[in-house]
Each structure stands twice: as C-alpha cells, then as structure tokens.
C-alpha cells in the first residue's frame, strides 16, 4: 500500500512541477521573473527525480536496503537542486519588487547556497552509507535554513509592502516546506513516520510553483513587468 501510494504521489509531483515550469518557460514571453521561476521548477522537479525515482523502483521491487548507493546520491544531487532552487527564487524577487541595490544581501545569499553546496560535497556526509551521520545532517542544513528564513522574510515583508495579492502566501509555503523538513532532518532515523513530513512538504513545494503559474496566467499583481 505504501509503495503504490509513494509512487503516485511522487510521479503526479514530478510530472506537475516540471510540466508547469516548462510551459512557465515557454510562455514566459520576454518577463524575466516568470521565465526564471520556470527554470526553478524545472530545477526542483528534475532535481527531486534523482532521489524519487530510485526510492519508487525500490518500493516496488527488492526494497530500500538494495537502493542505498543511488539513492544516497539521489539525496545529495537533490539537496544542491534544492539550494538552487532558492537562490533562483532570490532573483525572482529582485525582480518582481524591482531591487537594484543590496549587494550585501545578495552575497549573503550566495555564501550561504554555496557554503551549503561545499558541505553536501563533503565525504563526511556518507550519502551512501545504510546509516548517515546526523551530525552532518544537521551542518549541512544550517546555512540551508538561514537562506529558507531571509527569502521568508523578504517574501512577507515586500508582497505586504507592495500588496502583492499572487505572491501574498508565498512566505508561508516555504514556512511549511521548512518546517516539515527540519524535523525529518533530526529525527527520522530515531522514529521512521517522521518521513511522512516529506509529503506536506512537496505540497508546499508545489504550492510555490502553482502560485508563480498562476500569477503569470492571469497577469495579476502590481509588479507584473
């Protein structure tokens, strides 16, 4: 039952993300904020499947237990994916409240998906041992969360500045995507069901992408340019 249901889940949500960030691409027509939250969930979709896809073909085969190598680099390859994802997300909000200053902003952005970057590329992390050390876990996770906490912050405070009605939710998706995957971080190798986080998670993730789909359909907000 697990098995079928992980596999639907995790192919409609493949399919969804990738298939609306390719036509966001397509139809972005010349607005840079829309083509490139396209690109963002192309990246997160694609990203996402190296994990995925090996996890679905384990379920439904020999197990978990057999798929540990492909699957540890699934989640290292999705863990740098997902960090794009943010830093792609940064420019859509330069874009959108159209920011032209703040390079120290940008940089902090920078140096924390990159410092993010270098830790996932860390032997250290075991990515495709059975057991993998909680402790890098949580390192790799920390410059993570303060990129998730200042695209919250700029989110809320610039969609309520600028009456952003499309992107007003925006904050509180990646609020929810941050905290069902924190607490998986820490505890799921300690209590199992934890995991299940990993589903309101992808639905935050897909409510993003569906909020920048649906803003560029209807051509909604103040800052449509």
């Given at each position: ?57 384990a ?67 075991e ?17 993570f ?37 924190i ?11 934890t ?31």
């Open positions: 039952m697990q098995a079928a249901f992980e596999t639907v889940f995790d192919i409609v949500y493949l399919i969804t993300v990738v298939s609306l960030g390719i036509v966001m691409i397509v139809q972005s027509k010349g607005r840079k904020q829309y083509f490139l939250y396209g690109l963002m969930a192309v990246v997160l979709g694609c990203g996402d499947a190296f994990h995925l896809v090996p996890r679905a073909i379920l439904c085969t020999t197990g978990l237990v057999n798929y540990t190598v492909p699957l540890g680099i699934g989640k290292m390859i999705t863990s740098i994916t997902m960090t794009i994802f943010y830093v792609l997300l940064y420019y859509v909000w330069r874009i959108r409240y159209h920011v032209s200053e703040k390079q120290g902003l940008t940089a902090s952005v920078w140096a924390m998906a990159l410092l993010r970057i270098v830790l996932c590329l860390m032997p250290q992390n990515w495709t041992s059975p057991v993998e050390p909680l402790a890098w876990g949580i390192y790799r996770n920390i410059p969360l303060i990129l998730g906490i200042l695209l919250i912050v700029l989110f809320y405070r610039s969609a309520k500045e600028a009456h952003d009605k499309p992107f007003r939710s925006l904050w509180l998706a990646i609020v929810i995507s941050f905290a069902c995957y607490p998986v971080v820490l505890f799921a190798q300690a209590v199992p069901a995991g299940m986080l990993m589903i309101p998670k992808t639905c935050a993730y897909v409510w993003i992408v569906v909020m920048g789909y649906d803003a560029m359909k209807k051509g909604r907000g103040p800052l449509e340019k």
